[in-house]
């Protein structure tokens, strides 16, 4: 059965992008990347995912404001913040506007796919 549904990993770091794309491809989603907040927001304009998976901290702009771009053009759409543990504060902040919920870095894949299988079908 083919999966049309479609996540976008938004991620300074091209490995964890990579990485979690190689993954979510074997569930048959279609995995959008970007590097960086612009990138991030203009794919997510053209593909509108269901899911993104954000990183808070990007060199060229924070993953909170992203967020609330996000949200404002789609308030339906479920986002996770990819998060490290020290960032509690950015995590509670990103709650409060509208983030789902947050994974932490390093990424338990079990965890991901529980995360994930609450919206989507995989």
């Known amino acids: 059965m083919k999966n049309n549904k479609k996540i976008l990993i938004v991620d300074d770091n091209i490995d964890i992008?990579?990485?979690?794309?190689?993954?979510?491809?074997?569930?048959?989603?279609?995995?959008?990347?970007?590097?960086?907040?612009?990138?991030?927001?203009?794919?997510?304009?053209?593909?509108?995912?269901?899911?993104?998976?954000?990183?808070?901290?990007?060199?060229?702009?924070?993953?909170?404001?992203?967020l609330k771009e996000i949200l404002d053009i789609s308030p339906k759409t479920k986002v996770f913040m990819l998060t490290a543990k020290s960032e509690e504060f950015l995590q509670k902040e990103a709650k409060e506007i509208g983030a789902i919920d947050y994974i932490i870095k390093p990424i338990d894949l079990a965890v991901l796919v529980k995360k994930i299988r609450r919206y989507i079908d995989i």
């Open 17 to 66: 992008v990579n990485f979690l794309s190689n993954f979510l491809e074997r569930f048959n989603i279609k995995v959008i990347k970007a590097k960086n907040a612009n990138e991030a927001l203009e794919f997510f304009s053209l593909n509108r995912p269901e899911i993104v998976l954000l990183d808070i901290q990007m060199p060229d702009r924070d993953g909170i404001s992203v």
